[in-house]
Each structure stands twice: as structure tokens, then as C-alpha cells.
């Protein structure tokens, strides 16, 4: 039986949907325009984002995009507003179309050659750093509302993806290092907060798939889980995915040089805060069989034998 959600959603746009892009937090479908035009419908999943914090993450986004920066401009109803309330009580909105494709997929290797993948990794560091520069250049309205990724909300007692070292597949050993990582990123997120004050507005989600390449250019889409948090977090995120990467290292520093901090070692200490949530992230989303359970852990093991030894 076909949805007809998404048919009615696309038609508040007076559009008509043509495909299912991905559905993850969000059903994402792509959705012609009546001009001739493209826009990516999001249906947003119930319960995870509010109305007041989908359109602050849609007002971030128009600000970003007015300044020229490639990210996601929202495309308004034809009442001006950017987001619909669905029968169902869920929240639709538009984003217009960005023209690429991902620089790669979660789980496989990246696919351009060594130089190629450093030239993007530089790429999306200078892009990172001109996301925050220009945020913190903005005045945001007063009912400006977004998740905070702050230490509480990566490693406090309940963080924002959950308790990651009480994951129901781990075994004792796993849980015992991922309680003793958690506790050492702590101390040393706690003290770069106090240090440095490199706090503001993330997209907290640059993993491959939301790193889009066109004609050698890179933009970021998907801001869903965008908020206040540690600026370097969001370099973690880009290198969460780059563990089993030959040219990890390279990788790391090209982003990093791109970005321009010289910061090593919270820079790892984000990809483990990264690496260790994503884990927390597993738990509610994925049947108990999912083999991502067992790879996420692996990958936990691997970056906290890596850092921690």
C-alpha cells in the first residue's frame, strides 16, 4: 500500500513526490516543483525535534545559505510559513535542491584515490570553519531553540544519544572501557571547555553521507541534529567514519590544517566522544540483531585502545 503521507505533504508545496531518498531519523523524499524545479521533502520522525527547534534549524539554515555558504536553503509554503503540521501530527518541511553526491557511504571505504580524499578533507575543514565563523556572526531570534551538545549532553549521566556504556550487546569488557573512555573525556572536554571557549552553533552530523561534492566543491546538507556544542566536535564527526581509513592520520591532519587548529589531541578526543554516542545512538533506533550494534562497538574498541592504550 502506498503511503499517502508524503503525496499530501508534497502537495502543501504544490508538488509531487518521485522518490524515497532515505529514512533515518527523517523520510526524506525528492520532490518535483510546479516551476520544473527540485526540493527535498523531509517528514519529520514524531517526537524527536520539536516545531520551535525545526525552525530554528530552517531559520540557521536561510541565514547560512543568504551569506553564501552551501548549505540547505528551506523552501516557504505558499503562506510564507517553512513548516506544515501533518493529520498525523507530525511536521513536514522543504529544503531547496543541492546538486552533488556523497563523498561516500558509512561502513565502506572511502572510494577516491589517497590525494583526492585529503584535497576533500581539507575542503571540509575550511568549509567547518567558515559554518561557525559565519554563525557566530548572527544575531538568532529570540525563540531560537536547538539541542545543546555540550559535555553534559555527550558524556553526562544522560546524553543526548543515550548511555552508550550500558549498551545491551557490549560485553563487560567493552562496557568497562567505554565507562573508563567516557570518564577521561570528560576531564580533558571539561578542560578544553575552560581553555578555549570553542563553543557555538554545530551541524554535529558531518558524516559522509551529508558531505555532498559537486564539481570539486563541497556543501553540507542534513542539519537535523545541529546545535550548540564544542566547535571541534564537529571535525570528530567527520573522522569517526575514517578509523579503518590506510591514510587515517593524513586524513585527520588535512582537516585539521583545512580548519586550522593544531589541536591533536581533542581532536581525537571528539572522534571518540563521536564514536562512543554513536553507539548510545544504536540502542532505541536498531533491531537487537542490526550488525551495526557489533561494528559500532568494535569501532568504540579500536579508537579507545587507540587513544587511551
Not at 96 to 118: D, F, M, N, S
Not at 194 to 221: K, P
Not at 275 to 301: K, M
Amino acid at each position: 500500500m502506498i503511503d499517502p503521507l508524503p503525496t499530501a505533504a508534497a502537495a502543501l508545496w504544490q508538488g509531487n513526490v518521485t522518490r524515497l531518498i532515505g529514512a533515518r531519523e527523517n523520510a526524506v523524499y525528492e520532490m518535483a516543483l510546479p516551476e520544473g524545479g527540485r526540493a527535498a521533502l523531509r517528514l519529520h520522525r514524531a517526537g524527536y525535534q520539536d516545531a520551535v527547534a525545526i525552525r530554528s534549524e530552517l531559520w540557521w539554515c536561510d541565514a547560512l545559505s543568504a551569506r553564501g555558504l552551501p548549505a540547505p536553503a528551506p523552501l516557504p509554503l505558499p503562506s510564507g510559513d517553512l513548516l506544515a503540521t501533518l493529520p498525523d501530527g507530525r511536521h513536514a518541511s522543504a529544503i531547496r535542491w543541492l546538486e552533488g553526491a556523497p563523498i561516500g557511504k558509512a561502513g565502506q571505504p572511502l572510494p577516491q584515490p589517497v590525494t583526492e580524499q585529503i584535497d576533500l578533507h581539507f575542503q571540509i575543514g575550511r568549509l567547518l570553519r567558515q559554518l561557525h565563523d559565519s554563525s557566530d556572526r548572527l544575531t538568532l531570534p529570540d525563540d531560537f531553540s536547538r539541542p545543546s551538545w555540550d559535555l553534559d549532553g555527550l558524556m553526562g549521566e544522560a546524553p543526548l544519544w543515550g548511555r552508550f556504556w550500558e549498551h545491551p550487546r557490549a560485553s563487560y569488557a567493552q562496557m568497562s572501557a567505554q565507562f573508563a573512555a567516557r570518564k577521561t573525556a570528560q576531564t580533558m572536554i571539561a578542560r578544553h571547555a575552560a581553555d578555549s571557549g570553542g563553543f557555538g552553533l554545530i551541524h554535529a552530523d558531518v558524516l559522509r553521507e551529508n558531505v555532498f561534492v559537486f564539481q570539486g566543491d563541497v556543501a553540507l546538507i542534513d542539519f537535523d541534529d545541529s546545535g550548540f556544542g564544542f566547535r571541534l566536535y564537529d571535525l570528530g564527526t567527520v573522522l569517526s567514519q575514517n578509523q579503518y581509513e590506510p591514510a587515517r592520520d593524513d586524513l585527520r591532519d588535512a582537516l585539521m590544517a583545512g580548519y586550522g587548529t593544531e589541536d591533536v589531541e581533542m581532536v581525537e578526543i571528539f572522534t571518540m566522544a563521536r564514536i562512543l554516542a554513536s553507539v548510545g545512538w544504536t540502542i532505541p533506533r536498531l533491531s537487537p540483531d542490526d550488525p551495526i550494534h557489533q561494528s559500532h562497538l568494535a569501532r568504540a574498541d579500536l579508537i579507545i585502545r587507540r587513544l587511551l592504550g
